[in-house]
């Protein structure tokens, strides 16, 4: 692997996950393998489930669990389901102080009082976060319910309510505040996901190695 000389590879990821791990990771790729062809297809983790069933990807990194695909997925780890807010929000003032980042966390029920901001029902972290809500038996008020995480994030940040973001997704915004839900958190697991064959491609396993290898320094921060 480490005499790669050339390939191909078709990798999905989320248009939200990808902006914030995925660029780090390419520079280092193309400095390693620069005749190699990373193409990226950008899609939630359950459409990027139907590509890899089909055989359009080479490999994808997706928020578990699945809903078809239970063969050829190698489990990277937890990634942790943080409450936006910016530092204005009220719901600050319910915020208890924590030793490790993101430095905060929420109890839901004090959180549910004010309006949230939702991403998509076709999403990881949209179905999760509703999960959350009802495990806990609460309502949640919530304006809009089908926009894309990164918009829903963004709109958490200008203050326009709360919402929902990974972990590996957190941008050094000075007016946003993150926080875990519950003492203990919330997590979604991460993976690679393969199409399945007997034969992987050198840069497909190059790639997740890559992958894996950042994901890790991540978890371990």
Not at 21 to 45: C, G, H, R, T, W
Not at 192 to 205: E, F
């Amino acid at each position: 692997m480490e005499h790669l000389q050339k390939g191909r590879i078709v990798f999905g990821i989320s248009s939200f996950r990808g902006a914030y791990i995925l660029p780090p990771i390419m520079k280092q790729f193309d400095s390693l393998y620069p005749n190699v062809i990373v193409n990226i297809v950008e899609a939630n983790s359950i459409a990027l489930e139907e590509k890899i069933l089909k055989g359009t990807l080479d490999l994808a990194l997706v928020a578990l669990p699945l809903k078809k695909l239970n063969h050829d997925i190698e489990k990277l780890g937890l990634d942790e389901i943080l409450m936006v807010a910016s530092q204005s929000h009220p719901v600050t003032a319910f915020l208890h102080k924590k030793d490790t980042f993101p430095y905060y966390w929420v109890d839901l029920k004090e959180a549910a009082r004010f309006e949230f901001i939702l991403s998509d029902y076709d999403t990881i972290l949209g179905i999760k976060s509703r999960q959350e809500f009802k495990r806990t038996g609460l309502a949640v008020r919530a304006r809009n319910t089908t926009i894309t995480a990164e918009m829903a994030a963004a709109m958490a940040r200008a203050g326009l309510g709360l919402s929902f973001t990974y972990r590996s997704c957190v941008g050094r915004w000075n007016e946003a505040v993150y926080a875990s839900i519950g003492a203990q958190g919330i997590y979604a697991e991460l993976g690679l996901a393969y199409p399945y064959a007997d034969y992987r491609s050198k840069a497909a396993l190059a790639l997740g190695k890559m992958i894996r290898d950042f994901q890790k320094r991540i978890t371990d921060s």
